[in-house]
């Protein structure tokens, strides 16, 4: 039989939501201790008792989001045992569903990383997510043999990334200058799958 919870886990659990949900609404410069208590529903002195200051705390909600989210996903489909076309198609459909379902994540994360950059780096070594040169490999190795155009592969592992972050990061600018509505979302970011992957062979494969 599965045990319960102990009372600390579900307390320091409520308290991680809170400052989730504070910290990506606000930064780390706009969040406040008493703010995150207020939302998680307890006393600031027993938010203290579990993270003794605040950067404690975004240090916890920075980890996690790491984790669950960006480097990992990347890690996992870019060292893949499958080919550059496979590598491809599948990072543009799982990074974008992964975002939909954590559409605040990117820019939080991103804002964060200009904030601090040092913190990424910090992280990521604590972790063990470091981005692996599989793809970029591989990229490297069509191209010697002749069946890719002689680009950076490094340029197009970029160009990919931000192809599937910049909707979301973009939204409202994208959505008023194309007149997309909400409604019309998802369809866009839909078709956006699909056509990633396009654009990236046109620069990557031979004609």
């Not at 993270?51 to 909600?61: I, M, S, T, W």
């Not at 002749?146 to 990919?160: A, T, W």
Request: hydrophobic share 40%.
């Amino acid at each position: 039989m599965k045990q319960p919870k102990q009372p600390e886990e579900a307390t320091e659990k409520k308290i991680l939501e809170a400052a989730r949900t504070v910290f990506h609404r606000a930064g780390y410069d706009g969040a406040r201790m008493q703010e995150i208590a207020d939302e998680a529903g307890i006393n600031k002195a027993l938010l203290h008792y579990y993270f003794r200051n605040k950067d404690k705390l975004f240090e916890a909600v920075f980890r996690e989001a790491l984790r669950r989210n960006m480097i990992p996903l990347m890690h996992m489909m870019m060292s893949a045992d499958t080919t550059v076309e496979e590598k491809i198609t599948n990072f543009a459909r799982n990074y974008i569903e992964t975002i939909r379902r954590n559409p605040e994540l990117p820019g939080f994360i991103i804002h964060e990383i200009n904030r601090n950059p040092q913190r990424l780096v910090e992280n990521a070594k604590t972790e063990g997510l470091v981005i692996p040169q599989t793809l970029i490999v591989q990229i490297g190795e069509g191209i010697e043999q002749g069946r890719y155009n002689p680009v950076d592969p490094r340029q197009l592992v970029v160009s990919l990334v931000s192809m599937c972050i910049f909707p979301f990061i973009g939204r409202p600018m994208i959505q008023m200058a194309m007149q997309i509505s909400e409604h019309e979302w998802d369809a866009f970011l839909e078709e956006r799958i699909t056509l990633i992957p396009q654009y990236i062979f046109k620069i990557l494969h031979k004609l």
